[in-house]
């Protein structure tokens, strides 16, 4: 069965760092597009950033210059390197995959319903 498991998050004070792991299992493709999500408590899910399979990434403003999504083909593990976090980070992070090619791969332009398969999430607590 295709599955996708997040890892690596925990509570860090702001300004402090976190790598979240996403192991890809069960797929039979190397998929189009993969991203990170956000979703705090009694909110709906966000794009945090978004990977394609060419290599090419984008991520959300809120982000940008702070986070970087990364892919090791050779492990199926997607990552998101999460540095200077601040409390408004706070949230369950969610991987997810698709191979739909319907629209560019990327925030904004590739959304939460485009996509196939989701983790279970991670959760990230930033303190001051």
């Known amino acids: 069965q295709v599955q996708l498991v997040e890892s690596g998050g925990g509570s860090v004070q702001a300004g402090g760092s976190l790598r979240l792991s996403c192991a890809a299992s069960?797929?039979?493709?190397?998929?189009?597009?993969m991203g990170w999500y956000l979703q705090a408590l009694g909110n709906v899910r966000e794009g945090v950033a978004a990977i394609g399979n060419d290599g090419g990434t984008s991520y959300a403003d809120s982000v940008k210059g702070r986070f970087a999504i990364s892919k090791d083909n050779a492990k199926n593990t997607l990552y998101l390197q999460m540095n200077s976090l601040k409390p408004e980070d706070t949230a369950v992070y969610y991987c997810a995959a698709s191979n739909w090619r319907g629209a560019r791969c990327g925030v904004g332009t590739f959304t939460s319903y485009q996509y196939q398969v989701w983790g279970q999430g991670t959760q990230v607590t930033v303190s001051l």
């Open positions: 069960g797929f039979t493709y190397d998929p189009y597009c």
